[in-house]
């Protein structure tokens, strides 16, 4: 997710597929979902995973953007972070071992 100084994007419900059209047994085309066009837009790339927090019951991470400084950081829920999985790994990882060698 783009940091917070940048545009916010709304996001709709996805709208019921068109009819075939061309030859009969054509393609139905869906159109567009508000998250498939949001990917067309610009991506931004994780730097880092700073925190995690439980927002209602749903863990939320503290981004740090590539290119952008701590003031650019945002809380993002799991589903905004496709492709940064490694990231996320690591910083459970890195906190498992922090309680670990506390309980020591």
Do not use: C
Not at 15 to 38: S, W
Not at 50 to 67: C, D, H, M, S, T
Request: glycine share 6%.
């Amino acid at each position: 997710m783009p940091p917070k100084n940048s545009k916010k994007r709304q996001v709709s419900e996805p709208k019921k597929p068109v009819k075939p059209h061309g030859k009969p047994g054509g393609i139905q085309r869906t159109p567009l979902h508000a998250y498939d066009k949001a990917a067309n837009q610009d991506l931004y790339n994780v730097q880092d995973i700073i925190a995690e927090r439980q927002e209602k019951g749903v863990p939320k991470y503290l981004v740090r953007w590539e290119g952008f400084g701590p003031e650019d950081d945002t809380w993002e829920p799991i589903e905004h972070l496709a492709g940064a999985e490694e990231y996320i790994a690591r910083f459970v990882e890195e906190q498992t071992r922090s309680v670990i060698y506390e309980q020591r």
